[in-house]
Nanobody
Framework: VQLVESGGGLVQPGGSLRLSCAAS????????MKWYRQGPGKEREWVAG????????DYSESVKGRFSISRDNRRRTVTLQMNNLQLEDTAIYYC???????????WGQGTQVTVSS
C-alpha cells in the first residue's frame, strides 16, 4: 500500500498550490479520501474529504471557499486545489484513505506547504 503526496512548496500569501496524492496497492474506489494537515506546534487536523464516487465533498471551516478536493478513480489520485493561501495554512499536508464507517486507513508521508512573504 502506498499513498504518495506531491505538489507542496513555498508560496506567498494569496498564492495557490495544487497537491496530488497517488494511491497504489489497495482498491482505491472502496475508500473515502481525505486531506489532513499538521502545522508547526499543532495537532493534526482534518482539512477536506470526498466520498468514494466523488459526489460529496466536505471542508473544514478554515478552508471552505478556498480549497477544493477532487478524485479520479481511474487514475487513483486525489487532489487538493488550494487558493488564496494564508500564513496559517503552513503545514505538512497528508492524504488518507479511510474505510467507510471507520477511522482506520492508510496515510501518506506528507508534503510540506509553506506560506511566507
Amino acid at each position: 500500500v502506498q499513498l504518495v503526496e506531491s505538489g507542496g512548496g513555498l508560496v506567498q500569501p494569496g498564492g495557490s498550490l495544487r497537491l496530488s496524492c497517488a494511491a497504489s496497492g489497495f482498491t482505491f474506489h472502496y475508500y473515502v479520501m481525505k486531506w489532513y494537515r499538521q502545522g508547526p506546534g499543532k495537532e493534526r487536523e482534518w482539512v477536506a474529504g470526498v466520498t468514494r464516487d466523488g459526489g460529496v465533498k466536505d471542508y473544514s471551516e478554515s478552508v471552505k471557499g478556498r480549497f477544493s478536493i477532487s478524485r479520479d478513480n481511474r487514475r487513483r489520485t486525489v487532489t487538493l486545489q488550494m487558493n488564496n493561501l494564508q500564513l496559517e495554512d503552513t503545514a505538512i499536508y497528508y492524504c488518507k484513505a479511510e474505510a467507510v464507517g471507520s477511522n482506520n486507513g492508510y496515510w501518506g508521508q506528507g508534503t510540506q506547504v509553506t506560506v511566507s512573504s
